[in-house]
């Protein structure tokens, strides 16, 4: 549907799962013409111990992704994502009812003979699949963001290695909210930037704080998601988080 996709990890019936997502077919679904989901369900060669893709299988695994984008997707069949998990890919797409799933699946899939699949069908106009399993949840959506902000810092040379003061941006519906805020988050080290003494447009006031961290991929989340928490139960949205660029030399 989109160039808009990305990933993101969660859990699945308690397992470690990988979900890829078009971002963007929220904007347009449910789609009255499609009111079917459909899914292939591959039973990977390779998988990792906790049941995750393994580097070893990547390219098989990326080869018939596109094969069956190229060959299944259409007007009448829209990919909208798949789940990883538990040694099993899950792709999903909504299709038209005139579509003949199986064997559209199958003149596809004949090119990887080794690989055991399933393939199933179910109605779904309100593409409930789609919003309730594969999109991601806010918090989520804030994981995505993070590794975009370290992928644009890395493009304008980072190296995502050096301490430095991150700035992190959120608003609240009320003072009240947004001093009990402040108090828990200068617990974990936070400070304050700035602060609204009165509200925006919108009604809301906004608060700028900072700590210094490193704003790694593997380090952002730990960073951000305990602020995106405490916002959450206080009334507030954490709307994200900037920093300096630092060069290899550190400047």
């Not at 009255?32 to 039973?43: E, H, N, T, Y």
Request: with cysteine; net charge negative; hydrophobic share 40%.
């Amino acid at each position: 549907m989109s160039d808009n996709w990305d990933f993101y990890y969660c859990r699945v019936d308690d397992k470690p799962a990988s979900m890829y997502v078009d971002l963007d077919a929220v904007q347009v679904g449910p789609v009255d013409g499609l009111p079917i989901m459909a899914f292939i369900r591959l039973s990977m060669l390779q998988p990792r111990p906790d049941g995750l893709s393994s580097p070893q299988e990547f390219g098989t695994l990326c080869a018939m992704e596109d094969a069956i984008n190229e060959q299944v997707a259409s007007e009448s069949a829209v990919y909208v994502g798949r789940c990883t998990t538990n040694g099993l890919r899950d792709f999903v797409f909504y299709i038209a009812p005139d579509v003949e799933w199986g064997q559209l699946v199958a003149a596809c899939m004949g090119a990887f003979p080794d690989y055991r699949y399933e393939v199933g069908t179910r109605g779904d106009p309100d593409w409930s699949t789609y919003f309730n399993y594969l999109y991601p949840s806010e918090r989520d959506g804030q994981s995505i963001e993070n590794r975009r902000v370290c992928q644009a810092l890395e493009q304008a040379g980072d190296m995502l290695k050096a301490p430095r003061e991150i700035d992190h941006w959120l608003n609240f519906a009320t003072p009240q909210d947004m001093d009990s805020f402040i108090d828990a988050a200068m617990e974990l080290g936070f400070q304050v930037r700035s602060q609204a003494d009165e509200p925006d447009e919108d009604g809301r006031y906004i608060l700028q704080m900072f700590r210094t961290d490193v704003p790694g991929y593997a380090a952002i989340d730990a960073v951000t998601l305990p602020l995106f928490d405490l916002a959450t139960l206080r009334n507030g949205v954490y709307d994200g988080w900037e920093s300096v660029v630092v060069d290899a030399e550190g400047a």
